[in-house]
């Protein structure tokens, strides 16, 4: 089994001593023992520990869905204050930061730009810089691996789903994407990372032997996060990314969906490592909630060849052409931004969505975006630790 930064904290050459301490965390924030960091922060260095910083869905990962806020609380277990960094605001601010010298951050990370707990680290840095403070991030692994895949976020479709420009699945750790965007956007915290023991970028979660615990309401599984960077791109849509159900990201479709038509359109392309199975399903919540949605269960037979981005790309480039009249994009708001299209902050490039609904064939929109990304891949060799 691998042993997180949180396990590792006490062994490196972090100093705390005498440091008043802050947590970013949420419920998924654990040891391999399944107790909170919150609770291991605490036995070690005890009244150091002065507040808690939580991510969106709130610091039990209650909330739903995007744009549900939290407030402010107490941690019933502590008694410290929790403060929301996804409510009135969400870059931490001069009151929240005078209760400390150092920042924790341990965080469960999807290994997805749009996963918004990344923009949450960065405002952390950010701050961090402006009121003089040190950021430690106590690594954990990327769920998905080391592997790489998407094109490069465009800047003018930079969001709290996108600040940088980074591809869809960008295979680094947490505390590797630190390291990146304080260096490479020139934020210049005061920044150290305790790296794990035993991981290496070729490990899937279920690799790790640690366990999981759901970092979102909807990331029920490391095979959710396996399919998510492709699967995310159906919240810009009207068709059910399969909330509501058991298998959310897992399941996608909507009642005007016909599996043939969409099986036949979807031999244009291969689809490497995965099996799309038809089936129908009734969201309890969400989009299409109680009606019945024409669809299918994305099965991963092969991580280390599945493509997740391309094969979602593809299955929208299908219903976006087999059904102009019916299928429609998600209008703003999203993630606090209330005039420009979901869809385009979610793909972070508008060509590659008009690409899409011109039929351009999959493999040349591929194309486009490969010189970009093979640049992010040779500038992110200097940040990776493993």
Known sequence: MISIGLEQLADSDVSLQGKRLGLLCNQASTDASLRHSRDVILDAYGEQLTCIFSPQHGFFAEKQDNMIESGHSIDPVSGLPVFSLYGEKRKPDASMFEHIDVLLIDIVDVGTRVY??????????????EYGKQVVVLDRPNPIGGAVEGNILQDDCTSFVGLYAIPMRHGMTFGELALYINAEYKIGANLQVVPMAGWSHTMLFRDTGFPWVSPSPNMPTPETALVYPGQVIWEGTNASEGRGTTLPFEFVGAPYWEHDAILEYLTKTELPGCFLRPLVFQPTSGKWAEEPCVGFQIHVTNPETFLPYRTSLALLQAVMRLYPEQFSYKKPPYEYEYERLPMDLILGD????????????????????????????????EYLLY
């Open 350 to 381: 508008t060509d590659l969505r008009k690409g899409l609904e011109q039929g351009t064939p999959l493999v040349e929109l591929e194309e486009k975006w490969q010189l970009a990304l093979g640049q992010f891949l040779e500038k992110r060799k």
């Open 116 to 129: 918004t707990f990344l923009y949450t680290m960065a405002y952390c840095m950010e701050a961090a810089v």
